[in-house]
């Protein structure tokens, strides 16, 4: 033990370092899929579409607006605003459009119909940024690189992955829980979560509700999306990985739970990770592994609440 | 509606044929939207009992790599369709004992995940499976007659018709079976039909091994037809190929499934002909536009059109 660790300590700091950044990133697009699905009862595939579109939109406009000479310490906030911006569009417009059409549809069907809009969104996509990858990585650049030091030595890593992304994670868990638990919008959100027909019946205006939360896991979804761009190249297919892993998250963590969504991210971020460096063969296998190790022991997902069956 | 399906049929298949004799090419695309048709229809079975599975490109794919696998072994398209059907309802009995013990979204999502597995899988072991490359499958002996290319392509078509045939057949009668019934009781409210001693989640498990065996028999005569498997074939967006075949079908009826398929092949077609980087657009726009505004597919308007009214 104490010589694998001689040999393979570095290559494990790494793969932890890693595992943090990108659950950070896996928890934003989630727990927007989990907050969706918890109020509207839909699983948005096309929730993978609003990632792909973020992270484009982003580094379009990161390049666009360096080219007029924006300083590199304003491109982390220019990400965060794009992402904002593109859910603030999409979101009302899939909305009120398309998803308010079929709530009372059978799950299978609104399950189609995002699917179907995930298709159109792949090609439009494709049309709008072609299929050449696109880079810009001048937010990850700008904040340089730090020696994170373990065990006797030191790890190079980038401030941005380090700080930037599980730090805005973070903020966006307390900031939820604060929000759902704490305001009067939150405590009406998570009345409809929890029993939509009695919510109504009190008086709540579902609908605003609905608008309301799909906008804002829009706006999650984008986010990823966003903050995901500076660290690797974009191709058409990031939307289409992004979202099966999404899926896996929210059925572990349970439908609904914001920290449960919180706790998966991290282990199916670090369980990639560490296979990512150990056995990449398994690196798409990890999480759908852990999920279904997690459903033989909970089949209600780790924080899921179980229903009570009707007669 | 339901006693007109079998002249239906006949009338579909003739056309079928007709349309394979005047235009080669669609003799391959018709091959395959019969196969997928029949994977299809095992989606329509899980459909019945109100879940959907969004991995059932788990069992296609299995299916075409047990041909593509055993064919230098095996070297016969009869016997390797049994054995891709019998190796897929194994596996589906495998599969099938821990997805069923859950429903709905957990249904549809663990399935997802067998699919996702198998899928990195193929991709990963390069040595076994060629990864993304896939492999080639040879034109191959029909029932013991070596045949050449034309007479071999037209003899996987008639095989699928038939097999399609059977296929439609066997399940309308399943279907209207107490196990069958038992089936759509499970959407309707499991706990009553426990409390009547009906065991539901054998009843589910029984449909979900037969779906399976559909799947790889789909996928067998796929892997016949294309004669090259890749792992693309379980990817999830190839799941969810099938549930939109199901949807756009309708899931009303036997027929609907191959109905479903054979539009989805066609428009799939002139859409990647006509506008190469935007095929997904257009099937995408037509499956809204069927869930919006033709919610029984295309089996509920030829029922409407037929004056019945009912699609059941």
Known sequence: MAEWFQDNGLLL????LDGLS??????LVAVGLNLVFGVLRIINVAHGSLYAI??????????????LGLPDWAAVPTLILSAALVGAILGPLIERFLLRRIYAQEEVVQLLV?????????????????????????????LGTIDVPFGADFIPFTNYQLFVLPGIAIVTLVGLALFLRRTLTGRVIVAVTTDREAASAMGIDAAKIFLLTFTFGAMLAALGGALSSPTAALVPGIGAQTIVLSFAVVATAGLGQIEGAALTSLMMGLGRSIAVYFEPELEVVVPYIIMVLVLLVRPQGLFGVIETRRV | MRRYEPILALVLAA??????????????????????????????????????????????????YVVAFLAPRLNDAVLLLAAAAVGAGILGLLIGLFVTRYRQIFFGMLNLAMSMVFYSLLEKLYHITHGSDGIRVEVMPVAGQALD????EWSIFGIALALAFTVGLLVRLYLSSPMGEALAGIKTRETRLEFMGVPARGVLLSAYVMSAMLGGIGGAIIAMTSRHVTPLLAYWTSSGELVFIAILGGAGGVLGPFLGAAAFELVRIYAAASFADAWQLILGSVLLLVILFAPGGLWGMAARLLGKGGTR
């Open chain 1, 13 to 16: 700091g790494l793969a932890l």
């Open chain 1, 22 to 27: 990108s659950a950070g990133l896996i928890f």
């Open chain 1, 54 to 67: 973020g992270a484009y939109s982003a580094a379009s406009i990161g390049i666009f607006l360096s080219g």
């Open chain 1, 114 to 142: 995002t699917f179907a809009l995930f298709m159109i969104l792949e090609d439009v996509q494709k049309l709008i940024w072609g299929v050449q990858p696109i880079h810009h990585d001048t937010a990850m650049r700008a």
């Open chain 2, 15 to 64: 056309a079928m044929i007709t349309a394979a004799i005047m235009a080669p090419w669609l003799r391959f695309v018709l091959t395959i939207a019969l196969a997928k048709g029949i994977a299809v229809v095992g989606i329509l079975l899980l459909l019945r009992a109100g879940q959907v599975s969004f991995g059932h490109a788990l069992y296609v794919a299995f299916g075409a």
């Open chain 2, 149 to 152: 290319r034309v007479a071999y």
